[in-house]
């Protein structure tokens, strides 16, 4: 694929997209595929920003529930990212592309802070960058920290990656067999069906500055290259 229809991208990556087969932890093979991955659409010219979860780690609702303080437990999942950013890092540097990881958080040992313009200069240099700590604030899911960074750099689609689901159901598909996928939804559609695509905020800015999400299985073949390229794959959710 030579031509792409983006120049600018954000890539949202789940916690659980780290963990590959297992439940829990880093996957060592399938960190190195979504690194290949990443390095063949920048190879293609795109600008790639990431945006990575912290689910595989640690989940600051799930800990809420059992009790933990709210503001404590979600500050505990910003460093579950970060985790998981600096181990991206890694992976993409040894495919030979340099890579910047900053933090909405201080923790200036491991990764700069989050500047905006920074970012932007680094995107310039053909240099990946990675978002981690989401957006710095609790009750702040990583969806509304990759909408809000998209925004934010100007990209011109946030890319939401799902394992083993090519886009945006009725239902849960691996638990629904009569479920129906989407090609293309509004906003508002997302939002008043309620569809687990991301949160109720993260569709909300991205409707107030018509930034188009993509949401598409990661582990398909050759599936974030084709997304860049423009093709129809997985759901397109836009004005």
Not at 108 to 134: D, S
Request: charged share 20%.
């Amino acid at each position: 694929m030579s031509t792409t229809k983006y120049k600018r991208v954000v890539l949202k990556l789940s916690g659980e997209s780290f963990s590959g087969e297992a439940t829990y932890g880093i996957d060592a093979t399938t960190l190195t595929r979504i690194a290949q991955q990443i390095r063949q659409v920048m190879e293609m010219g795109v600008e790639t920003a990431i945006v990575v979860g912290g689910g595989n780690i640690w989940r600051g609702a799930k800990a809420a529930e059992d009790g933990m303080d709210r503001v404590t437990a979600d500050y505990a999942g910003m460093l579950a990212t970060v985790i998981n950013a600096l181990a991206l890092q890694d992976a993409l540097e040894r495919e030979g592309i340099i890579t910047r990881t900053t933090t909405a958080i201080g923790i200036q040992q491991v990764a700069e802070p989050y500047i905006r313009r920074r970012a932007i200069r680094h995107l310039e240099k053909g240099r990946a960058v990675i978002f981690a700590g989401g957006t710095g604030n609790p009750y702040m899911t990583t969806d509304t920290a990759a909408a809000l960074r998209a925004i934010e750099i100007e990209a011109e689609v946030l890319l939401m990656t799902k394992n083993n689901v090519d886009g945006i159901y009725s239902a849960d598909p691996l638990k629904n067999t009569n479920a129906k996928k989407f090609d293309h939804l509004s906003y508002l559609e997302a939002i008043n069906m309620r569809l687990e695509v991301m949160d109720a905020t993260a569709l909300s800015l991205c409707l107030e500055n018509k930034l188009p999400i993509i949401v598409f299985d990661l582990q398909a073949p050759h599936s974030l290259e084709r997304a860049v390229a423009g093709e129809n794959i997985g759901t397109l959710v836009s004005a």
